[in-house]
């Protein structure tokens, strides 16, 4: 049986995972399946479709996975092959700020650049996009990535070239390719990835009253949640305006 907050947890991941699956929602460039039916564990395919980048073409498997807690602690990225690029380990390891929990002083990262409970797993993967095409090679996890693309471009985009090659052939046969005019990666409902997030009330946690079953997951509703919370804090409001109210006619 999940846990109050592991159930939560399901149902935003379930709610994201729909609007990014939906073909009216979702980014075409993005491919994403569940692993074995597991809300958790999510298996995503990114086509760069750039003609002005050396990984045009290029089809990168990775997989996701989301903590019990989600989204107040961040999920983990892994490339299923590893790609030779300065900020991915040998093992497939992504390093990037997005999923580095904030608020560490001794990681010389701004929070705002980390994560945040108000991040999406769109703008995480629009923000590997953007590590792709743009690497941090000082901060490198690949140290020899880092120094072939400090030292030696033209050698690093030569390795790249023959990856993306190699990765076009895992393009599944039913991954219908974006043309350049659909091929953008976001929405107009997206922001930038290092905007300044909203803050997250801790009581966003959903409490379940009655069965734990599948029904209560799937309808919960992360909009009417936070419309209650709002509704008590008005309530709050009213009942202060009343306190000042009685004052003011006790001291007449």
Known sequence: MMSTSSKSAAAILQRQYKDLTDPRTGIPSFHIELDDDNI????????????SSMYNGGYFKGQMRFPPDFPFSPPTFRFTPAIYHPNVYRDG?????????GGDPTADEPDLETWSPAQTVELVLISI???????????????????????NPDAYKKKVLQEVERLKKDI???????DLEHSAYGNSNAIN????????????????????DDDEVESFDEESLMDDNM??????????????????????
């Not at 958790?40 to 086509?47: D, P, S, V």
């Not at 390891?93 to 929990?101: G, K, M, V």
């Open 129 to 151: 996009i953007s590590l792709l095409e743009d690497p941090n090679p000082s901060s490198a996890a690949n140290v020899d990535a880092g120094v072939d693309l400090r030292k």
């Open 193 to 212: 990835a290092y905007d300044e997030p909203e803050p997250v009330d801790e009581d966003f946690w959903y409490e379940s009253e009655g069965d734990d």
């Open 40 to 51: 958790f564990l999510w298996n995503i395919g990114i086509y760069i479709h750039n003609t």
């Open 231 to 252: 509704e008590d804090d008005d309530d709050d409001d009213v009942e202060d305006e009343d306190e000042n109210s009685d004052i003011n006619l006790v001291g007449k």
């Open 93 to 101: 390891r992504l390093c990037i700020s997005i999923l580095h929990q």
């Open 172 to 178: 599944p046969e039913d991954f219908v390719i974006p």
